[in-house]
């Protein structure tokens, strides 16, 4: 695996398996990579002929008391993975390189309306940050495909649609959710919990399948059941940022059209901010009625 720290150099290098007709895939990560990670390298594997994944923690999408100067780096091990996963190029920028002339001055590409709600409303500008390092990278790489995680949902739905507007050529490939044997999301941010906050952690994702079960069982009265499944999580220890039953496809409420339900949530334990998400097919033309999907 070869590690490229510019943009020159990588696109340099990629440039002769390119003319060759190679296809690229590219998974984005900020480090600290975990099985979630790799299996997006997997799933890039089957998509192209050369990988090429990026570690950079872009601080233009973190808040100002959010956590960009104790998130995890773990370089040394996150390479070793990533080698022993097969990726062959891995682009690992400073940030002078991505931000030459600093962050207020640099264009930005903004998401409206999807970007404002959910994860968008607790973390303003958030998506903003992504959606501009994640179309830079674009530039950089020029991959055929993208790989990002489901786990991220509506940073998921936010890329596909910036892809969609701006008409860029790339394939948006979203993974399903990694996660331990006790149903928690892997997330790097899990290492931040201690070992009364790791017990209390699943629950998150306890509480979105039994919301989804009871979708699935004909309940229809979402509001109630969002907030019944906040008091859950509250009762737990979590402290529920918010918790909301949306069509998967607008993130926006469910209406008699919508096929896929996606059930979002975000939640603190502590001063760790937790995401984590469910789907459920309810398109009624489907022979097999509903369907949970993840
Ligand atoms: N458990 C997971 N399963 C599948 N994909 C994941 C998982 N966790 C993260 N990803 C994906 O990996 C990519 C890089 O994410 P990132 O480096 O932020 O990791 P993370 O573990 O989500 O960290 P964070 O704690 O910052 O959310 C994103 O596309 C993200 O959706
Ligand atoms: C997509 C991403 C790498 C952009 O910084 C980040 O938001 C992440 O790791 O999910
Ligand atoms: N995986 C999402 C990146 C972030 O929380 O900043």
């Given amino acids: 695996m070869k590690t490229y720290s510019t943009a020159a150099s990588l696109r340099?290098?990629?440039?002769?398996?390119?003319?060759?007709?190679?296809?690229?895939?590219?998974?984005?990560t900020m480090g600290n990579l975990h099985d979630g990670h790799l299996r997006l390298v997997q799933r890039a594997k089957q998509h192209a002929d050369i990988v090429v994944v990026s570690i950079f923690v872009n601080p233009l999408q973190f808040g100002a008391n959010e956590d960009l100067s104790s998130y995890p780096r773990t370089l040394a091990a996150d390479k070793e993975k990533?080698?022993?996963?097969?990726?062959?190029?891995?682009?690992?920028p400073h940030v002078n390189e991505i931000y030459p002339e600093g962050m207020d001055s640099h264009s930005k590409i903004a998401v409206p309306e999807l970007s404002d709600r959910h994860?968008?409303?607790s973390r303003p500008g958030h998506f903003?940050?992504?959606?501009?390092?994640?179309?830079?990278?674009?530039?950089?790489?020029q991959p055929d495909t993208a790989v990002f995680g489901e786990k991220d949902f509506q940073q998921l739905s936010v890329i596909r649609k910036m892809v969609r507007d701006l008409c860029m050529p790339i394939n948006i490939v979203g993974v399903a959710t990694a996660r331990s044997e006790d149903g928690l999301a892997l997330s790097s941010r899990n290492?931040?919990?201690?070992a009364e906050q790791r017990e209390i952690a699943p629950v998150l994702h306890r509480v979105l399948q039994e919301t989804r079960e009871a979708i699935a069982c004909g309940y229809d009265s979402y509001s109630k059941l969002e907030q019944h499944a906040k008091i859950s999580l509250n009762k737990a220890g979590l402290e529920s940022d918010y918790f909301t039953i949306c069509d998967a496809s607008t993130l926006r409420p469910v209406t008699a059209d919508t096929e896929e339900v996606v059930i979002l949530a975000?939640?603190?334990l502590g001063s760790t901010r937790l995401i984590d998400n469910v789907t459920l097919n309810v398109n009624p033309s489907a022979d097999w009625g509903m369907l949970a999907t993840n």
């Fill in 12 to 28: 340099a290098a990629l440039s002769s398996g390119k003319r060759a007709g190679k296809t690229v895939a590219f998974v984005p």
């Fill in 266 to 268: 975000a939640a603190k």
């Fill in 128 to 141: 903003t940050g992504v959606a501009t390092i994640v179309a830079k990278l674009f530039n950089i790489v």
């Fill in 119 to 121: 994860c968008g409303a």
């Fill in 191 to 194: 290492g931040y919990l201690n």
């Fill in 82 to 92: 990533l080698f022993a996963a097969g990726a062959q190029f891995l682009f690992l």
